[in-house]
């Protein structure tokens, strides 16, 4: 009977992600281990989204708070203010947004949605909430309007009909403009959706309308009748005014625009088409697509700036979206790169019976931000300061490092920042408002992002913000296609063969490495000085898939090597010469099968390379009697040992990067030996074929494993198949073995079956788990399990997959007295393997002699795959993998000074008393399970259940503050922590359901609580289950909100004011307040508190800084205006008295004088 566990439920733990732990008491080592983590330091919360809002639709500018907002189709709306203060806000219905206003200088902003609700979100608090909101159940919305110091707001319907609401208490007004008394009574036909709404900036008791149709009418709101009606016989796209108030001008559908006198609604005053190609007998232009939006600014000096989009003409099929800037004279048209969402014209004003002074126009595209400055002759464009360029090209890999060496971010920095486009604009960014966090958090933190065009960006994450260091680019390797005629026919993927996959990167050596699409292998070093490679070195692997199909080049006779290199000669240990081309031995004609040929090309010519990081190695995989290489699943790089290896469904490899050699490649089965749990059956050779230069002898299969598998570079390297000595099969191993034992012919066919499928263009994706990334590029967001139900279990052995690697200095063979290098291996049928490694001690003698790799077989098996691994000391601490000290491979005598000093990582204290042998523990997670092995004894100390119905997605140990832990995301959204080395669960929520492969490919965890996931395929949402950055989060989160004076309002001007000129003002109160207009259907919309009331009060008692600094300005303005008070009350008294003293010289004078003396 199963053991009741009281911890599950007090956890909470779901039947999802049911887990139970276990532990052997009989090792007292387990037990003097003090463990520092409680559940108490973990919380798992949002922190902040960076990128582009993906797919927007609505736009808005604070011009006084300089604060702009972006509306999606899935109701987030992002918030953007200087150079990392942005904001992430989400509408709970999710429906999109059409139309955003700001209650200018207020810190609030309404939205209106497509499901007919309208929005009052509080800006005033670090993390906005919404205060109010109504739901319009009888009628769409379709346009909003709020004037500037206004708090009534005008909702116009796709009835026609215009309805007030109140914006402090978010309640309809009785007072309802109806479309049929707004048109002409003659009129029979509806005039269609509302599609604009303003008042007239000289007169706000004018309220102008616009109606799809093209009707427009001048609304007196006193009287409640149209004064004036203005009629077109094309639709209206958008209405604005002249700042006089005496012009408005529309854009139509068929490509004009109409400028119209209001006193002279006959007709317009004037019609223009941008584009339109006049004909010379004055007939009608040519219609032109629709012009979406117009905008009208005045400036003081010259003429006044009209900007447009749309209006093109139909000939111009397939350019590209575009932008229209007319002043005076000059038209000026910008094309666009994505299609145009929305632009906003800025002002130097925010009023509206002002001259405008527009100086930049804001465009927001499809998938960009755009700012144009107005005032510089050519209109430049604004250098963007916010990480919009996250999705340039589609992320396809992710990696977070917390906690990065200090000097890291300023050296990408210095080599980013001559990447940098010229020709930006010399303003600053004029969208400046907000203020930054003042967290306390300041360890450094960068993100790697690799991307389908084969890019990779370093970005810094530090304190929340994300600002773009260095882009690297892994394509200019490769040899340029020109057209898709040239497209090699060696491609295993259709479009984007240099995509990322996986990415292996050491920050303290500063070594990269990354996998792409099409089985290669990249290996770069950082160098601050620029160089040029006259010839890329290269490696060519051959890994085939079948038993007997092993690389054995000394076993092989006189066979060609395995490695492809330029000029090799066919001793193993030569190092590459430098070559003109790169030939490969292959086999390629019309009549064969390809063989021996890498997918993509390496260049020929001279690689110019800048400072940054620079082509070392380029490793490919090649073609197999016509089987494409398959994608690579795995992949690590330890810079002490000047080792990478990789690993996919056929094997695995190591290479030297130091000496340009290839140590070992081995197949899958390989790696067990006689111990194979499977106990898989040699296949017969296959029959002969064309000899393509490999070394895969396959003659009769007589040649001893032994020595068919030698490290092709060492001849001293012995490979000893099976496990130790003590290691047995158990009964459980014994009955797998029986189950999965078939006959010799029945497995050839299910092999070849697995081949086809994975050769036919129309397969489906293979998904693949590493403990780097996921391992599979998909583009599409269904989601299918490599290891289905329908999969037999006689494929999933068949396609064994290597999918984990850890380099460590521990002891990996049972009785080793101390630690040394090694490699350990885990697959995706659960097997744990170690391959000890021979380094030689110095460096020196490294580079002369390449390590030795031998097999110390099978550890253990888990249920699963296995996702990653670690080693721990005697004390319960993470031992770090040994790294080598950065130095410039461009300057010689610093190589030379720091290759004597290699660091090998922390080292590990003694395991005991004296004499003692020394202790480690290695934590193994797969995707069911984790467990915990002492070693050298290599037995189990802890095993823990992760999940039975679902799977981990991703895994890795971090980490925290007071001590380390398992971090684990499974596919049912659960997002789990683990002590070390105990495995007792301290943290099970249920966050984040798995609905697209996007966020299984990049979910990554780091150092210090952090982790981070593509949102969308343009956002980054970083998140943190730490409880102390949750504490400290609200300080860390930028203020949006700054208390700004609004601008003084233009002066009327002493004529003006005499006779009765400039703007006329009206106090809306009287016609819209509950007394005048009384009081609105009550089934007409749905007041609906927001849960930002009671947050609200909360932002507004943290911001008592700012309140009081407002209450400040208010004292200073006031103490100002008293001041000039008392100087004019001084002033009038002076008057009066010298009045009162002339009248009375006056009356003294004309005192005794007769009236006819006068």
């Given amino acids: 009977m199963k053991k009741f566990n009281i911890r599950k439920v007090l956890d909470g733990l779901t039947a999802a992600s049911s887990s139970s732990s276990s532990s052997h008491p009989g090792n007292r080592e387990n037990d003097s281990i003090q463990e520092n983590l409680q559940s108490e330091h973990f919380q798992l919360c949002k922190t902040v989204r960076h990128g582009f809002p993906y797919q927007p639709s609505a736009m808005a500018f604070d011009p006084v708070q300089k604060i702009l907002a972006i509306g ?207 004909p010379k007998d004055g007939k009608k232009p040519e219609p032109c697509k629709p012009i979406l939006k117009v905008e009208y600014k005045t400036t003081r000096v010259g003429d006044p700036f009209m900007v447009l989009f749309g209006g093109l003409s139909y000939d111009t099929v397939g350019r590209r979206a575009c932008l229209t800037v007319m002043h005076g004279k000059s038209t000026a048209v910008l094309e666009m790169d994505y299609p145009i969402v929305d632009f906003l014209t800025l002002c130097e004003t925010p009023y509206p019976n002002d001259v405008q002074e527009p100086y930049a126009v804001v465009i927001l595209l499809e998938k960009d931000l755009v700012l144009i400055d107005l005032a510089q002759i050519g209109y430049p464009i604004f250098e963007n ?135 290669h292998v990249i290996i770069y070093r950082f160098s601050k000085h620029e160089v040029t490679t006259e010839v890329v070195q290269l490696l060519e692997v051959r890994m085939p898939y079948e038993l007997n199909d092993v690389d054995s080049p000394e076993a092989a006779g006189e066979q060609t090597p395995s490695v492809s290199t330029p000029g090799a000669s066919s001793s193993p240990q030569t190092a590459l010469p430098p070559a003109d081309t790169h030939p490969s031995t292959s086999s390629n004609s019309s009549d064969g099968p390809r063989d021996n040929v890498p997918c993509l090309k390496v260049r020929c010519s001279p690689l ?110 012995s490979r000893k198949l099976g496990t130790a000595p003590d290691q047995k099969q158990d009964s459980a191993a014994e009955r797998l073995q029986r189950r999965r034992t078939l006959p010799h ?102 580079m002369q002699q390449a390590p030795a790799v031998s097999f110390g077989g099978t550890v253990t098996r888990l249920k699963g795959c296995v996702v990653t691994m670690a080693t721990l000391d005697s004390t319960g601490a993470p031992l770090l993998p040994p790294y080598e000290v950065w130095y410039d491979p461009n300057l010689p005598d610093e190589r030379e000074e720091k290759d004597r000093w290699k660091r090998r990582g922390p080292a590990s204290p003694p395991g005991g008393p004296e004499g003692a042998p020394e202790t480690h523990y290695v934590v193994l997670c797969s995707e069911k399970q984790a467990e915990v092995l002492v070693l050298p004894s290599q037995h189990s100390a802890f095993k823990h259940n992760i999940t039975e119905a679902s799977f981990v997605l991703r895994a890795d140990v971090v980490l925290m503050p007071a001590g380390s832990c398992i971090a684990c995301f499974c596919a049912n959204g659960h997002i789990m922590t683990l002590s070390l080395p105990a495995l007792r669960p301290l943290l099970d929520v249920n966050y984040l359901p798995l609905t697209d492969m996007r966020i299984a490919r990049t979910f990554c965890f780091s150092n210090l609580g952090q982790a981070l996931y593509l949102t969308s395929p343009t956002e980054i949402q970083r998140i943190t289950y730490s409880q102390e950055t949750c504490d400290n989060l609200q300080e860390m989160l930028c203020e949006l909100f700054t208390p700004v004076e609004t601008p003084e309002a233009p002066n009327r001007g002493f004529f003006k004011g005499l006779f009765g000129g400039g703007a006329q003002s009206l106090d809306r109160e009287d016609l819209f307040g509950e007394v005048a207009a009384g009081k609105a259907s009550r089934s007409l919309a749905q007041h609906i508190p927001g849960p930002g009331g009671m947050e609200g009060m909360k932002g507004a008692a943290t911001g008592i800084m700012g309140d009081l600094a407002r209450t400040r300005m208010a004292l200073d303005e006031r103490g100002q205006k008293l001041g000039e008070l008392e100087e004019r009350t001084a002033g009038m008294m002076h008057s009066a008295d010298s009045f009162s003293k002339h009248a009375h010289d006056i009356m003294l004078k004309c005192k005794d004088k007769k009236w006819y003396q006068l």
Avoid at 152 to 169: D, K
Avoid at 802 to 826: D, N, Q, Y
Wanted: aromatic share 8%; proline share 6%; charged share 20%.
């Fill in 72 to 278: 999606t189709q899935s109701g987030a709306l992002r918030l953007f203010g200087r150079a990392g203060v942005e904001c992430y806000c989400q509408h709970e219905s999710g429906s999109a947004i059409i139309q955003l206003q700001f209650l200018i200088n207020e810190g609030a902003l309404v939205s209106a949605l497509a499901d007919d609700s309208i929005h009052l979100w509080n800006l005033r608090q670090k993390q906005p909430a919404v205060l109010h909101s109504l739901k319009f159940n009888r009628e769409r919305i379709t346009f909003l309007a709020l004037p500037f110091q206004s708090k009534w707001l005008y909702v116009g319907t796709e009835r026609g009909n215009i309805h007030t609401v109140n914006v402090e208490s978010f309640t309809l007004s009785g007072y309802v403009i109806m479309w049929n008394k707004a048109i002409e009574l003659s009129s029979k036909s509806h005039p269609g959706p509302v599609v604009h709404i303003s008042d007239n900036p000289m007169d706000e008791a004018k309220l102008l309308i616009g109606f799809e149709c093209g009707i427009v009418v001048l609304w007196d709101l006193r009287t409640k009748k149209a004064d004036y009606r203005y009629t077109y016989d094309e639709a209206i796209h958008s209405v604005a005014w002249h700042h006089e108030g005496k012009q408005f001008i529309c854009s139509h559908s068929d490509g004009t625009l109409t400028i119209w006198n209001i006193r002279a609604p006959a007709k317009p005053a004037q019609i223009i088409t941008p584009h339109g190609k006049q």
């Fill in 385 to 519: 300061p916010y990480p919009l360029s996250l999705h340039e090209s589609p992320v396809t890999c992710c990696e977070y490092f917390a906690d990065c060496p200090a000097e890291l971010i300023p050296a990408l920095y210095s080599v980013g920042s001559r990447q940098k486009r010229q020709g930006y604009s010399k303003k600053e960014w004029p969208i400046s408002g907000g203020n930054w966090g003042q967290g306390t958090q300041s360890y450094p933190e960068i993100i790697i992002t690799g991307h389908a065009d084969g890019s990779i960006k370093f970005w810094d994450a530090s304190a929340i913000m994300l600002q773009v260091l260095y882009k690297l680019k892994s394509a200019k390797v490769f040899e340029k296609v020109r057209n898709k005629e040239d497209k090699p026919s060696t491609d295993i993927v259709d479009e984007d063969p240099f995509a990322i996959q996986i990415l292996s990167w050491c920050p303290e050596s500063r070594m990269l490495c990354v996998a792409g699409v099409s089985a």
């Fill in 608 to 717: 110019k390379q800048s400072p940054g990081y620079q082509v070392d190695l380029v490793v490919q995989l090649l073609w197999v009697s016509g089987e494409p290489p398959q994608q690579i699943t795995s992949l690590a790089l330890n810079s002490a040992y000047g080792l990478v290896v990789f690993g996919n469904s056929n094997g695995l490899a190591v290479v030297d990067y130091f000496q340009k050699t290839l140590l070992m490649n081995v197949g899958v089965q390989e790696l067990y030996g006689s111990a194979d749990p499977f106990q898989r059956q040699p296949r017969s050779p296959r029959k002969t074929r064309q000899p393509s230069g490999g070394p895969c002898d396959a003659n009769d299969g007589s040649n001893a494993s032994e020595d068919r598998c030698k490290s092709p570079t060492s001849a001293k390297m």
């Fill in 745 to 846: 012919k029945k497995r050839v066919c299910c092999v070849k079956s697995a081949i086809e499928a994975r050769s036919s263009p129309q397969r489906s994706p293979i998904i693949m788990r590493t403990p780097s990334a996921p391992n599979f590029y998909a583009k599409d967001s269904s989601f299918s399990r490599s290891r289905s139900s329908s999969v037999t279990s006689l494929e999933r052995e068949a396609r064994e997959v290597i999918t984990a690697f850890h380099f460590c200095e521990t002891m990996s063979r049972k009785g080793e007295a101390g630690p040394g290098p090694s490699l350990w291996v885990g697959t995706s049928q659960g097997s744990m393997l170690v391959l000890p490694l021979a380094v030689p001690a110095s460096s020196e003698l490294r």
